[in-house]
């Protein structure tokens, strides 16, 4: 089996977006173990002025889907960021898989040639050399990253969660 | 450009090697400018049964080197881990960009029918369906944890580096 950009992606995003849903299982678990109100651990962070653990998750779930999409020509789905609760973050990540799973696999095969440029025409815009880069050098490592800082958050709290619930 | 092999490994770990160094290279200045010992941040961890610092950069630096080796079909090298200071784990990280790029492009034309079993014979024996999912979910999810990991150290530490240092 040779690489593609869908195996690349969507499976990729699938599988760790499954595993934050794991890690914040475990979270609300021992929230309501403790009694906490579901902000305690979700508004936690690593330094003032880092986002939370809610938004770490929203960054992540956000760059699976616009990640793929933009893959996939497809037009990147916009969700607000107003969770404030495990039940409404649940939602939230089986929203983006389903997203995730509903792109055919088809759509992936022009990848290559499709030019991914964020922010087109603000001061912000940014203009990747290639989809290979856009995937391998900006998007798999920004997912990574905030799933990994809340995985990092959690920890931190003394949340009995370990490497094999972030590999899955 | 398609997806392959070597694209989607030696020059993603290298990347992001040259950018755990440059989070290193804050961190030391850190230090320096505060008269610390450079046990101090790199023994510095998040939870006491967590990994320092120092060991993250250890570890990060393995997965670059074994995941490569073994999609080339090259021995993966042993380096021992007695880092102590911010200059040998300078030493440490070029050792194993070196050892990356000095792997042969050609060697990884092969990786797809590679089979890929790490403690082979041994009861943690792990052995993986393909070489796409040990470098896909396996390998980049292993090696962006514990970048981020030693990221998310020198931020809670309150080190001042962003996530444009992790980018690079």
Not at 50 to 76: N, Y
Not at 110 to 127: F, H, N, Q, S, Y
């Amino acid at each position: 089996m040779s690489l593609n950009f869908y195996h690349a992606s969507v499976p990729v995003f699938v599988k760790f977006l499954n595993n934050l849903e794991g890690l914040l299982k475990k979270a609300e678990f021992y929230s309501q173990s403790k009694n906490l109100d579901d902000a305690v651990l979700l508004q936690s962070r690593l330094y003032p002025d880092m986002f939370p653990l809610v938004r770490q998750v929203q960054i992540a779930a956000d760059f699976a889907k616009s990640v793929s999409a933009r893959l996939a020509g497809a037009e990147v789905p916009s969700y607000e960021d107003t969770e404030q609760s495990y039940a409404e973050l649940a939602l939230r990540l089986e929203k983006t898989r389903q997203f995730l799973l509903n792109l055919p696999e088809s759509a992936f095969a022009d990848a290559a040639g499709r030019e991914v440029v964020l922010r087109p025409g603000t001061a912000k815009e940014k203009r990747f050399a290639s989809a290979e880069d856009y995937l391998l050098l900006y998007g798999l490592p920004q997912f990574y990253f905030h799933v990994t800082t809340a995985y990092a958050i959690l920890r931190h709290n003394g949340i009995e969660v370990g490497k094999k619930d972030f590999m899955g």
